[in-house]
């Protein structure tokens, strides 16, 4: 009997074309439907991953019956819109990250997902992969003793282009909510860890960054304090190329995770390196040999399955939290959108 997850893809850009490419590689998705602003950009997409349903609407996906959970790949500024819309039509939600430009939207995307009872999950896809799950056991081993300070990065390196989306305050660019969704997200996760919760908010947050031409955030860093006396720095940027990677200081040693934020894109290997005070590094290797889009996807169809409405990979509350920092790390630093206002 087939039971595969039917999806719909609404928007064409680049992420969406990565997280086809890793559905077509799950074990529990199928592709049969793309959305886009026009019919000419959805057919395009379609000849390439072979969809037989193109629609020249977004609207027009959301209305195909056969369609029963939906990955939302549009610009940031109209996540909210159409995961809302998609809840309301009875179609579970995967949403690109940043889920929403701020916290009050993203309380009324789960409001949405809670009143029309679908899935709902923020697409982080690092954490459903096997190098998160392992950080994790790590972590609560103590093996470096009380973690004091997390160091998170993700910044690189675009030459200006009014054109890219990363550029547009309209559609919402900027570094701190394009990449630093990523740093304050497993910030939070390792804070939790280190007091026994599945994630932690922090008590203070404090910024600086450089706002730059489009009138958006091109880099930005942020000191985020948390209890249990810990510490992070999380950096990101959208025009300064910088070492993508995360470092955890305990009482004992530190950590070190190389690949944090795409882990094996196709499979294969990653490591943790353990430094504990005294003794040799040591390399902790992780195997993967699933596709990481398609790890997302199955574990998305998974909770749905099982009848949740969320998946602890992302819940509605983790992604609260994460949007309620990225508003204080804006505030810090005196921006925000026109239309937030």
């Not at 199955?298 to 909770?303: F, K, Q, R």
């Given at each position: 009997m087939d039971t595969k997850l039917n999806w719909g893809i609404i928007g064409t850009g680049k992420i969406a074309k990565r997280f086809a490419i890793g559905l077509a590689h799950s074990k529990t998705g199928r592709l049969i439907a793309v959305g886009s602003r026009s019919e000419e950009s959805a057919c395009k997409f379609g000849d390439e991953f072979k969809i037989s349903k193109c629609y020249g609407s977004y609207e027009s996906l959301l209305a195909d019956k056969d369609v029963k959970a939906v990955y939302i790949s549009t610009p940031h500024s109209l996540h909210a819109k159409w995961a809302i819309r998609s809840a309301e039509a009875g179609k579970h939600v995967l949403c690109e990250k940043p889920v929403s430009i701020n916290s009050a939207e993203s309380?009324?995307?789960?409001?949405?997902?809670?009143?029309?009872?679908?899935?709902?999950?923020?697409?982080?896809?690092?954490?459903?992969?096997?190098?998160?799950?392992?950080?994790?056991?790590?972590?609560?081993?103590?093996?470096?003793?009380?973690?004091?300070?997390?160091?998170?990065?993700?910044?690189?390196?675009?030459?200006?282009?009014?054109?890219?989306?990363?550029f547009d305050h309209i559609l919402g660019g900027g570094g701190i909510l394009d990449v630093g969704c990523y740093p304050v997200s497993i910030s939070r996760l390792i804070a939790g860890i280190a007091v026994g919760k599945d994630f932690e908010d922090p008590i203070e947050v404090k910024g600086s960054g450089y706002i730059g031409k489009g009138n958006i955030d091109e880099y930005a860093s942020a000191v985020l304090k948390f209890p249990g006396e810990i510490i992070a720095e999380v950096t990101a940027g959208i025009t300064v190329a910088r070492e993508n990677t995360v470092q955890i200081f305990g009482t004992g040693g530190s950590i070190s995770i190389l690949t944090p934020w795409v882990p094996a894109r196709e499979g294969g290997s990653t490591k943790i390196i353990v430094n504990k005070n005294g003794e040799p590094?040591?390399?902790?290797?992780?195997?993967?040999?699933?596709?990481?889009?398609?790890?997302?996807?199955?574990?998305?169809?998974?909770?749905?399955?099982?009848?949740?409405?969320?998946?602890?990979?992302?819940?509605w509350n983790d992604t609260l939290g994460n949007m309620k920092v990225l508003d204080e790390w804006r505030a810090s630093i005196g921006f925000s959108y026109d239309f937030e206002k």
């Open positions: 309380a009324k995307i789960i409001e949405a997902a809670r009143k029309n009872k679908v899935f709902f999950m923020e697409a982080f896809m690092y954490r459903c992969h096997p190098q998160t799950a392992k950080l994790i056991e790590i972590l609560k081993q103590k093996v470096i003793g009380d973690i004091k300070v997390i160091k998170a990065v993700f910044s690189y390196g675009a030459m200006y282009n009014p054109k890219s989306i990363v590094s040591k390399e902790v290797m992780v195997e993967c040999s699933e596709y990481l889009y398609g790890i997302e996807a199955d574990t998305v169809a998974g909770s749905i399955n099982n009848g949740q409405l969320s998946n602890s990979a992302m819940s």
